[in-house]
């Protein structure tokens, strides 16, 4: 009930195309969607976060589409570029007490050239 | 710039040694957090502290113990290394207000032959 699937695993999509990774929850007591990047041999970063009480946030490139009712979650990335390469990590978090963060699997992510 | 760092990159020990992985962040954060990273299993949680003296089990607790001496530094100890322990680990602080945006460390590969 804690879990958070992410998929696919890894992706490969041209420059230019739109990357989709997806993210699904059980635990309807989540609160808080972020999703995370990690370039090779860095620690993960915030990229980009949203509430279940908005269906879509926009930052840049990057959108976070909201599904509370199918209880899932995506990210899309607009013009993917090569720089866009990296791990991404979709989590949730409960809003209530010392709550903790739990993560996805990852999706690595290659855009081609 | 808001800053984790951990005390080494890379760490080679021998199964039965005793480990310690130092983490210092530089933000007054409140919490901090141990993860352990995996291909294909993602980032899991093996404590966290969210203040001093004081820490909570994450997902995987066994085999590793933490201290939280000072606010600023959260310390992972193995206590007797096994080779089940290799893995990247990263450690992460966030403020209590805004417990979702964690600030990775760029982690610490740990080899136990």
């Known amino acids: 009930q804690q879990q958070v699937k992410q998929s696919p695993q890894s992706l490969i999509v041209q420059k230019g195309g739109i990357s989709i990774i997806n993210c699904a929850y059980e635990?309807?007591?989540?609160?808080?969607f972020p999703w995370y990047q990690q370039f090779p041999g860095k620690g993960p970063a915030l990229l980009i976060a949203?509430?279940?009480?908005?269906s879509e946030k926009k930052e840049g490139r990057f959108t976070i589409s909201f599904n509370k009712s199918a209880k899932q979650f995506s990210l899309h990335i607009m013009d993917s570029q090569p720089g866009d390469s990296a791990t991404y990590f979709c989590?949730?978090?409960?809003?209530?007490?010392?709550?903790?963060?739990?993560f996805g699997k990852g999706t690595m992510l290659l855009v081609s050239p | 710039d808001v800053k984790v760092t951990q005390s080494s990159r890379y760490l080679v020990k021998r199964t039965g040694e005793k480990v310690f992985l130092e983490c210092v962040q530089d933000?007054?954060?409140?919490?901090m957090f141990w993860y352990r990273q995996d291909p294909g299993l993602g980032l899991r949680l093996i404590y966290f502290s969210y203040d001093v003296k004081m820490k909570e089990k994450g997902d995987i607790p066994e085999g590793y113990s933490v201290s939280r001496e000072k606010k600023e530094r959260f310390s992972l100890i193995l206590e007797s290394a096994s080779t089940n322990q290799t893995s990247m680990y990263l450690c992460a602080s966030s403020t209590l207000q805004w417990d979702y945006e964690q600030y990775f460390g760029p982690g610490t590969r740990l080899t136990v032959t």
């Open positions: 635990n309807t007591a989540f609160d808080y």
């Open positions: 933000m007054d954060h409140e919490n």
């Open positions: 949203i509430r279940p009480d908005v």
């Open positions: 989590a949730a978090k409960l809003d209530s007490g010392y709550s903790t963060l739990t």
